[in-house]
């Protein structure tokens, strides 16, 4: 069954985001170390991990372009893609929020918060 604007929207909702993958052994960076590596050609967990900080700092703008750059870099997990959402949804741009969740759940069904 495909699930309606409401059903999504209420489904991913902002009170909570997905982590990215640790990048370090303990998981532990700074800010301004994964503000290096996003800019290197590997660095698309960077970008997924530097997108959740500004995701929480409610700068939304930012975190999307870090989502969407992690996306080029061949980053494309579900979880990543539900945080996308959430910051697009931030952004008002429900109908690309939308887009996202779909494809986070066609990849993982299971998805939940």
């Given amino acids: 069954m495909r ?6 929207v209420a489904r991913f909702s902002p009170a909570e985001i997905y982590p990215a993958p640790p990048l370090t052994g ?3 960076i700074s800010r301004a170390e994964l503000e290096r590596m996003a800019l290197e ?3 698309g967990l960077a970008c997924f991990a530097l997108g959740n ?3 929480r700092s409610a700068e939304f703008k930012q975190a999307t372009e870090l989502f969407e750059r ?6 494309d997990l579900p ?3 539900v945080n ?3 910051a697009l949804m931030q952004l008002g741009r429900l ?3 939308l887009i996202q969740f779909r494809r986070a759940l066609l990849a993982n069904p299971l998805l939940l918060f």
């Fill in 41 to 43: 050609p590997s660095g």
């Fill in 84 to 86: 996308l959402g959430i």
């Fill in 53 to 55: 900080l500004l995701l």
């Fill in 95 to 97: 109908d690309d929020a």
């Fill in 3 to 8: 699930e309606g604007k409401e059903e999504l």
């Fill in 26 to 28: 303990d998981g532990t």
């Fill in 70 to 75: 992690a996306l080029e870099l061949r980053i």
């Fill in 79 to 81: 979880e990543l893609r």
